[in-house]
């Protein structure tokens, strides 16, 4: 055969390729064009709401997911009512809703505003936990069925600071919270440690300096309320219509007298030591969170550091309202 005949012979064969890869797509696009006009709107409704609830699902999972901000635990970074985004590829997602996580070699650090299961909170079931996720998710928030019995959201996951990080020691002193680092023999303030690096959030108080005598006052006497004896005299007078934000403070002050009255009992000695006098430990592979508006906020103060394979993510920006846009930091 000619070099001729095998160059025509050749294009003769692309040519019949092509026309039958070209009718074949066009047979196609014209089946699906036809089952498209033939299916009910109703069904076709139905396939484009599954397909975007998927989308919204995946993302929520494994990517960003939407929160509403349900308290007052974080003012001023976060006001009641803002919407967020949350980074949940950060730091490993879930596998699926409350089962297991991926890997992340990136691991929460230090002021990072991380949401984390409530250690506190008291599930109804796996079924339950998981229909209400989902919903959460699919409505972006707008429809949250974990209710309690006042019809008030239930504290399934919470949003705070991360402030101590494993080998460090805590400790609050009149609201104030104090870090010992690892290696470290000197307690450092924390707004001092902020300010050197430039963080800029603002840790907001409730209770001033003032009011710290009639609070421990009102510790003790709850002491001798609970010993059963009447409270001295001297306790009544300071604290006449007083309120106790720092619950901390007046625990401490609580335990004292109660460490002081049944002096064989060791379980004041060790609660003081462990939660107020010596500081509290931070594990490793926990992480110690607070929220900014301290003397407002149920955190670690309460319920002790928390495991980091429980934190789901790590705050990525408010998008609502509109006037608060912007990242969280």
Request: aromatic share 10%; glycine share 8%; net charge positive.
């Given at each position: 055969?000619?070099?001729?005949?095998?160059?025509?012979?050749?294009?003769?064969?692309?040519?019949?390729?092509?026309?039958?890869?070209?009718?074949?797509?066009?047979?196609?696009?014209?089946?699906?064009?036809?089952?498209?006009?033939?299916?009910?709107?109703?069904?076709?409704?139905?396939?484009?709401?599954?397909?975007?609830?998927?989308?919204?699902?995946?993302?929520?999972?494994?990517?960003?997911?939407?929160?509403?901000?349900?308290?007052?635990?974080?003012?001023?970074?976060?006001?009641?009512?803002?919407?967020?985004?949350?980074?949940?590829?950060?730091?490993?997602p879930?596998?699926?809703?409350?089962?297991?996580?991926?890997?992340?070699?990136?691991?929460?650090?230090?002021?990072?505003?991380?949401?984390?299961?409530?250690?506190?909170?008291?599930?109804?079931?796996?079924?339950?936990?998981?229909?209400?996720?989902?919903?959460y998710?699919?409505?972006?928030?707008?429809?949250?069925?974990?209710?309690?019995?006042?019809?008030?959201?239930?504290?399934?996951f919470?949003?705070?600071?991360?402030?101590?990080?494993?080998g460090?020691?805590?400790?609050?002193?009149?609201?104030?919270?104090?870090?010992?680092?690892?290696?470290?023999?000197?307690?450092?303030?924390e707004?001092?440690?902020?300010?050197?690096?430039?963080?800029?959030?603002s840790i907001?108080?409730?209770?001033?300096?003032?009011?710290?005598?009639?609070?421990?006052?009102?510790?003790?006497?709850?002491?001798?309320?609970?010993?059963?004896?009447?409270?001295?005299?001297?306790?009544?007078?300071?604290?006449?219509?007083?309120?106790?934000?720092?619950?901390?403070?007046?625990?401490?002050?609580?335990?004292?007298?109660?460490?002081?009255?049944?002096?064989?009992?060791?379980?004041?000695?060790?609660?003081?030591?462990r939660?107020?006098?010596?500081?509290?430990?931070?594990?490793?592979?926990?992480?110690?969170?607070?929220?900014?508006?301290?003397?407002?906020?149920?955190?670690?103060?309460?319920?002790?550091?928390?495991?980091?394979?429980?934190?789901?993510?790590?705050?990525?920006?408010?998008?609502?309202?509109?006037?608060?846009?912007?990242?969280?930091?």
């Open positions: 055969m000619s070099p001729t005949n095998r160059h025509t012979d050749f294009f003769s064969r692309v040519q019949s390729l092509t026309e039958a890869y070209l009718t074949r797509r066009n047979r196609i696009r014209r089946i699906k064009k036809e089952k498209q006009q033939n299916k009910h709107p109703v069904l076709d409704w139905i396939d484009a709401f599954l397909w975007a609830a998927g989308m919204v699902l995946l993302i929520n999972q494994y990517l960003f997911q939407a929160y509403q901000i349900p308290s007052g635990s974080m003012i001023s970074t976060l006001l009641i009512g803002d919407h967020v985004f949350v980074n949940k590829l950060v730091y490993g879930e596998v699926l809703p409350g089962v297991g996580k991926l890997p992340s070699p990136i691991k929460p650090k230090r002021n990072d505003i991380i949401i984390f299961e409530n250690p506190t909170y008291i599930s109804r079931g796996p079924v339950f936990d998981t229909a209400q996720r989902i919903i998710m699919l409505t972006l928030t707008l429809l949250d069925i974990d209710r309690d019995e006042s019809g008030s959201p239930r504290a399934h919470l949003i705070k600071r991360a402030v101590g990080m494993g460090d020691r805590i400790i609050v002193e009149d609201g104030e919270v104090m870090i010992r680092f690892r290696g470290d023999e000197r307690w450092t303030p707004r001092e440690y902020a300010a050197e690096r430039n963080w800029n959030h907001s108080r409730l209770m001033n300096t003032s009011q710290y005598p009639a609070l421990r006052a009102l510790g003790k006497e709850a002491a001798w309320n609970d010993l059963r004896i009447p409270a001295p005299q001297r306790l009544a007078g300071n604290t006449a219509n007083m309120n106790y934000p720092d619950y901390g403070a007046f625990e401490k002050a609580r335990l004292e007298v109660l460490r002081g009255a049944m002096p064989h009992d060791s379980r004041y000695r060790m609660l003081l030591a939660n107020y006098n010596l500081g509290r430990f931070i594990p490793e592979g926990r992480v110690l969170p607070l929220g900014d508006n301290r003397d407002n906020s149920r955190d670690g103060r309460e319920f002790g550091p928390v495991k980091v394979s429980k934190i789901l993510g790590k705050g990525a920006m408010i998008y609502w309202p509109l006037r608060r846009l912007g990242p969280i930091r």
